[in-house]
């Protein structure tokens, strides 16, 4: 979990803990800003272990306790860790251009072989625009190909995009190992750190998300906003120098 020690070691862990909330499909925490992360809550719901430890006091923690929840084998308590993670989060904006992920990969990847890690909405939109759509998912759909095949697919592909989930579930490393020298990288998804350190392992993009009102983010979660309802927040993508 490399990628994780050095996200954590560049961390300012000197802010309040104001609130955390983990609805079904997402989780926010409040700290310095506020950060999302999805939930996992389909996977964790699998096995009795993807528990949270002592629910209604996790406020009694410090930044650097919250934060620390990433490295857990429950999915639910990685998910409040990631979230804990972007909300200490010091974003450069100068790096940073307001753009669909989907826009992105179609930038690169038009007319090429793509592989998407993560079942995401738009993916129908950029099919009939690339030469092979190989989307790698552990809760398939008609279509998908299962996470055991991702070796594959993924070495073969000219852009390569990987759901920020693979922090939570700490698959991420692994993905990155199958991607070709040559191929464009990309993490999306609201769980994403926009933080520069990803660029030290050959990802070339981040698309993730920003929460600019944190109280009808918050809200919204609450009460089960899936990723696309969540309002107060802006999509950016940060993109190598």
Same mark, same amino acid.
């Given at each position: 979990?490399k990628?994780?020690?050095? %996200?954590?070691?560049?961390l &300012? =862990?000197?802010a309040?803990?104001?609130?955390i909330?983990? +609805?079904?499909?997402?989780? +926010?925490?409040l700290?310095r800003?506020?950060?999302?992360a999805?939930?996992?809550s *389909?996977d964790?719901l699998q096995?009795?272990?993807?528990?949270?430890? &002592?629910?209604? =006091?996790l406020?009694?923690?410090t930044p650097k306790?919250?934060?620390?929840?990433?490295?857990?084998?429950? %999915?639910?308590e990685?998910a409040?860790g990631?979230?804990a993670? &972007?909300?200490l989060?010091?974003?450069?904006?100068?790096?940073?251009?307001?753009?669909?992920?989907?826009?992105?990969?179609?930038?690169k990847?038009e007319?090429?072989?793509v592989?998407?890690?993560?079942?995401? !909405?738009?993916l !129908?939109k950029i099919?009939? $625009?690339?030469k092979?759509?190989?989307?790698i998912? $552990?809760?398939?759909?008609e *279509?998908?190909? &299962?996470?055991?095949?991702?070796?594959?697919?993924?070495?073969?592909?000219?852009v390569?995009?990987?759901?920020?989930t693979?922090l939570?579930?700490?698959?991420?490393?692994h993905?990155l190992?199958?991607?070709?020298p040559?191929?464009?990288?990309?993490m999306? +998804? +609201?769980?994403v750190p926009?933080? !520069?350190?990803? =660029?030290?392992?050959?990802v070339?993009?981040?698309?993730?998300?920003r929460?600019?009102?944190?109280?009808?983010?918050?809200?919204?979660?609450?009460?089960?906003?899936?990723? !696309?309802?969540? $309002? *107060?927040?802006?999509?950016?993508?940060?993109? $190598?120098?």
């Amino acid at each position: 979990m490399k990628i994780l020690d050095d %996200l954590f070691a560049a961390l &300012n =862990f000197d802010a309040p803990v104001r609130d955390i909330r983990q +609805g079904f499909f997402h989780t +926010g925490v409040l700290t310095r800003h506020c950060g999302l992360a999805a939930t996992l809550s *389909g996977d964790a719901l699998q096995k009795e272990t993807m528990r949270v430890k &002592n629910p209604g =006091f996790l406020l009694d923690k410090t930044p650097k306790e919250l934060a620390r929840m990433a490295y857990s084998e429950s %999915l639910l308590e990685a998910a409040i860790g990631m979230a804990a993670i &972007n909300s200490l989060l010091e974003v450069d904006f100068d790096l940073c251009v307001e753009l669909n992920a989907a826009d992105l990969i179609l930038q690169k990847g038009e007319g090429g072989r793509v592989a998407v890690v993560g079942h995401f !909405p738009f993916l !129908p939109k950029i099919r009939d $625009k690339v030469k092979a759509l190989w989307i790698i998912e $552990k809760n398939q759909r008609e *279509g998908d190909f &299962n996470e055991t095949e991702a070796h594959r697919f993924i070495p073969r592909a000219d852009v390569v995009a990987i759901t920020g989930t693979s922090l939570t579930n700490h698959t991420l490393e692994h993905l990155l190992e199958m991607c070709s020298p040559k191929a464009y990288i990309i993490m999306l +998804g +609201g769980t994403v750190p926009l933080s !520069p350190i990803f =660029f030290e392992y050959n990802v070339d993009a981040l698309a993730g998300t920003r929460v600019v009102d944190a109280d009808i983010s918050l809200r919204c979660i609450s009460q089960g906003a899936k990723f !696309p309802q969540i $309002k *107060g927040t802006k999509r950016l993508i940060m993109t $190598k120098p």
